[in-house]
């Protein structure tokens, strides 16, 4: 028998080499990704699906806005009704319809607040609806501020003394009809996400995230040479008695979901 030993497996190997980590480690942490992404968009998805049955329940039924506005506006007939195909296409969830005559001088207007979803409710511009029927742009849009020493409509948080604020975009269009034009002075804003404003700039990224949205909207025939957007006007008399009213709903439902 030979005095020398077969050479053991060890001493004929290759130089060991520094294994990398497992295959199925990196498998792993990959599946452990993909399922956090999933579960983080699933979680958006159900944010968004929440925000959108906000936008179809509003803050209060808009047709237990006041009758009476503002001590001499009085609503006159019947809730007027939009047809259901112009609810769908504005988006409308909720909505008043009326009009107003002012027991005083016999002016009267026409009010229309609705409530949806922003992207439906926001494209509907007086821009877009009054050539739609027909009407042709006259003046306009000139900025206006609506304000209101209504203290009970107040922010419970702000100061009682400071007087409320609400922008407003007004317009005229006008229509010939029997060889006349029909002139029409047209107010309007936003309310989103607890700010007022003809244009929404400010809120407007948040649309999907925060869908709810009211629109109001004031129209009333005028006579050629008339001032429109003034401050003494009739629209802004009615809005200076009918915002605060909408602005009060809204804080008191916001307080009550705080409290829930």
């Not at 029927?133 to 003046?139: A, E, K, L, S, T």
């Amino acid at each position: 028998m030979s005095d020398h030993l077969s050479p053991s497996p060890a001493s004929t190997s290759a130089p060991g080499r520094r294994l990398g980590p497992s295959p199925w480690l990196w498998m792993i942490l990959g599946c452990a990704l993909v399922a956090a992404s999933g579960a983080v968009r699933v979680n958006q998805e159900l944010q968004f699906a929440d925000a959108s049955r906000a936008a179809e329940t509003p803050p209060f039924p808009m047709r237990d806005l006041p009758r009476t506005v503002g001590g001499h506006w009085e609503m006159v007939g019947e809730e007027l009704e939009l047809p259901p195909e112009t609810q769908q296409i504005a988006g409308c969830s909720d909505y008043m319809y009326r009009a107003y005559e002012d027991d005083r001088t016999g002016v009267a207007v026409r009010v229309l607040v609705a409530f949806g979803p922003a992207s439906l409710v926001y494209p509907h511009t007086p821009q877009v609806c009054f050539p739609a029927n027909g009407y042709q742009h006259r003046g306009g849009p000139w900025r206006r501020v609506i304000i209101s020493d209504d203290a009970s409509a107040a922010d419970p948080g702000s100061s009682s003394a400071d007087p409320l604020r609400f922008p407003f975009h007004v317009l005229t269009f006008g229509k010939a009809t029997g060889g006349l034009e029909n002139l029409q002075e047209v107010y309007y804003s936003f309310w989103h996400d607890g700010t007022w404003s003809p244009t929404a700039e400010a809120t407007e990224r948040l649309f999907r995230h925060r869908p709810a949205m009211i629109k109001i909207q004031v129209e009333r025939p005028i006579i050629p040479g008339e001032k429109a957007g003034d401050a003494d006007g009739p629209i802004e008399d009615f809005l200076r008695g009918l915002v605060p009213e909408i602005q009060r709903r809204l804080d008191a439902a916001a307080t009550s979901r705080a409290e829930a």
